[in-house]
């Protein structure tokens, strides 16, 4: 997901609701799930949230360039109705494929925000993985073993 946990100021194109990132977007959804008697609990993806202003319009979703990783999973969000914050979509699978011969072919993934050349969707993306990394918001501090 490359929406922002908590943001502020919220990206031009979500200016306009009160879901501009995904802990309002919890909060929004939550007295309509209770009033449904549905257990109001969220899990959130923050696992390519890490950079803001990156995309020209919210529908861009297909390996963004400039994506990195978020916040580190945790279950400390500060929201009640939020259980944790994870990385679900493993960082290096790649959300679509570039190459519109391949049947597969969805235009966002050659649009203007998507980082290309990109292979078909669930395949490794070396190179999207690293950008992930380099890009990541905390910082992903280097291992040495």
Partial sequence: DYN???????????????????????????PH??????????IVDVGRSGLLGIRSEWGNWCNIKGAGFGPVPTT?????NVDALVWAKPGGESDGTS?????SF?????GPNAHVP????????????????TNANPAIPPLWF
């Fill in 106 to 110: 969805d235009t966002m993934c050659a």
């Fill in 99 to 103: 190459d519109p011969s391949s049947a």
């Fill in 76 to 80: 400390n969000t500060n929201a009640t």
């Fill in 4 to 30: 922002a946990y908590r943001t502020n100021p919220h990206e031009n194109f979500m200016a306009w609701g009160n879901s501009w990132d995904e802990c309002h977007y919890a909060q929004s959804l939550t």
């Fill in 118 to 133: 990109a292979p078909e969707a669930g395949a490794w993306f070396d190179e999207y993985a690293m950008a992930l990394i």
């Fill in 33 to 42: 799930l209770e009033a449904a008697r549905v257990l109001a609990r969220s």
